[in-house]
């Protein structure tokens, strides 16, 4: 039993022909993304929220928007975004903050961030988004390198100990 709920099965199956795609959180659901918290190593829950704290955060945040993300039927991660657009500076706006975001271990290094990234610049690009920021930890697990190669930019500045970057849509 994992938190008093049923077994959940992490294998990871071929999904070659399956596709990454963004799924609402409900009550079907939510569990489920809380549990991939589970399946990351202790290095990198070191450098993400808990799943189950994020969704609760949602809920009491009027800016956020927030999907599980899927491969196929499976759910392997979490992506949640501020949409407060008056934070940033003038020459950015309008822009959306990328406030938390995750892969389940078994799902890393297969591509799968890329693809739910390009997911969300799409749907805020075509909204006429400006900037996507986000921040992360310099922890040597963390995703510093990732979001870089992705194609973000490091601003210089730091908030809540954290590095500052952000995309161009």
């Known amino acids: 039993m994992i938190n008093n709920r049923m077994e959940v099965n992490w294998t990871v199956e071929d999904y070659s022909n399956k596709t990454i ?6 009550s079907e659901n939510w569990y489920k993304v809380c549990d991939l918290t589970e399946t990351l190593s202790e290095e990198h829950q070191k450098c993400v929220a808990q799943n189950a704290y994020s969704i609760a955060e949602a809920h009491y945040s009027p800016n956020a928007w927030m999907r599980a993300i899927a491969l196929g039927e499976e759910l392997i991660g979490f992506i949640m975004i501020d949409t407060t657009l008056s934070n940033f500076p003038e020459g950015d706006q309008p822009a959306v903050f990328l406030w938390r ?5 078994p799902w890393q290094k297969k591509g799968y961030a890329r693809q739910a990234l390009d997911l969300i610049c799409d749907k805020y690009r075509k909204e006429g988004i400006k900037y996507l920021y ?3 930890s310099m922890e040597p697990y963390g995703p510093y390198e990732f979001y870089l190669k ?3 930019i490091d ?3 730091v908030a809540y100990e954290e590095e500052v970057l952000k995309l161009k849509l």
């Open 21 to 26: 795609h963004l799924v609402e959180i409900n």
């Open 101 to 105: 975001f995750m892969i389940g271990g």
């Open 134 to 136: 986000t921040s992360c």
């Open 150 to 152: 992705y194609g973000f």
């Open 155 to 157: 601003t210089g500045k």
